[in-house]
């Protein structure tokens, strides 16, 4: 192999083909002398007008075949570029004799730099949909002809520094095999439309322009992130039977798109989504989720240096309330401090960081910082059915400081005379011993709970579950685990309160009929599992599991759990 290309994994799939190495074109805004104004304006306005046809054009082809998040993109480009403020702004430095490309690269770029600047991840995406239109009126303005992806060859790896929204949605997912990016993160438009577009593609793959060169042959891992340049007979052959294995695997899977999570026997199953972002809300709703299950409210605190106001939570938190597909919304407070260090937030050294100031505990040591929270998700209660999660919680007082917190941002609210939910729904997380061995307790002073198996088993074993050199005792298989799960489901169904359990362990084939045997019926997985765990759910009765769970209950150590379920697993 000539080079192993790593970056980020962005739409899953194994992608075979020769690579075509696309190079931008650099559109000049050349300055020039401008004569009659009248005649600058029209130039102008044709330009705009073609850009718009172009783009409606487009669009339409699109949604004839069904494209609509694609179409969607075009359609609210063509609106950005008539927006009047734009439009005025352009024109009002037209009229003083500036080019009218001079006049829309500096409209544009100051309109990017306000986006770049904005807190919320997605306004910051929209830079890109504003450059993509400067680019698209320019190259009317200048006689440049639109990016052309028609001519290409099938089996075609694309490889650029990066793709504009337009770029992708003028490939063809039928020709193009994957996609390998310099830029770009998981949540960048071009790797949300890849993932629509189901093209495997990695981003943030930063020396893929300076390696590769066109024609060579590349195989793109979407699944690991990886890319293969110019692989040998034996890889190229272990890629391709994988390649195969996940391909047939998808299209079996496809069958259990937007629909209701069901066992063999036909009980049914609330599947839910855990995500971290609004771009995974999307996803999650292209193959279909009973609601979210755990909205991880941290990616609002991040990379910023500042923490985030109520009104930017609150609109946000709004967003997920109303989103379309409907159902619960579960929304975690900030599960900051130990493996997860917030930029807004001072911090103290630690000896065991995950044992210390975190989650729940940090909430309450830092009340103002909280009630902002608070107030956010109060507000947004009142556009759909928000709900609030603890992490981290060990004891009730915890949970009744909380609901002091409450109190008050329910009376601030009030005095401000702001629309809001008094008494939403709110429920622990089950991920210490202490909440497991009490759970009963807590059922007194919560309406749900939510069982997060990946801190359960790293505090049940006391093994650190982001440290390599203890990864092999890591394992939610563990007999311990087993009869902890056991216990906790058992007393929150004797309580009446509903549970969801969460974390890698309901994505995972191995797993899911001890989990049906243990009566839960309500999972949440990561968009990218929901199929699988579709599926994986329709192959077990709840019966079938019992057994299993039976015998599991029986062993002794984690390796002879793996076994057993090694050996009745069922694959779809
Ligand atoms: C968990 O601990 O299982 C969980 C879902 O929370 P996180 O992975 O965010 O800690
Ligand atoms: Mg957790």
Redesign the pocket.
Known sequence: MKMLLRGIAASPGIGIGHALVYRAVNLNSLERDVGDLEDEYRRYRNAVERFCTLREEKAAQLKAVGAETRAAILLAQAEMIKDPYLAGQVEGRIASYRSAEAALDEVCGSVVRQFLRAENELTRERASDIRDVRDGVLRQLLGVPEVDFSNMEPDTILVADDLTPSAMTALDPSIVAGIVLCRGGRASHSAILARAMGIPTVVGAIDALAWVVNGETLVVDGIQGEAYLEPDTAEMARMQEYQERYRKNRESLRAFVRKQARTADGDIVQLMA?V?SESEGFLADEDGCDGIG?L?S?FLYLDRPSLPKEEEQFQVYRRFAQRKAGGPVVI?TL?AG?D?RMPGLSWDWEKNPVLGCRAVRLSLAYPDISKVQIRALLRAGAYGDVRILL??VTGLDEVRGFKRLVEECQAELEERGEPFRAGLPLGV?I?TVAAALTVDRFAQEVDFF?????????YTLAVD?DNARVAHLYSYYDPALLRLLKWVVRRVQEAGKPVCL????PADPLFVPLLLGLGLDCF?VQPMSLLAARGSISLWTKEEGRRILEHALGLVTEAEVHTLLENCVRRI
Request: hydrophobic share 20%; charged share 30%.
């Open positions: 855990t971290g755990l991880r941290e975690r599960d130990g997860k992490p981290l997380m991920e939510s069982i997060g198996t990946n801190d359960l088993t790293q579950r969460c974390g890698q362990a949440s």
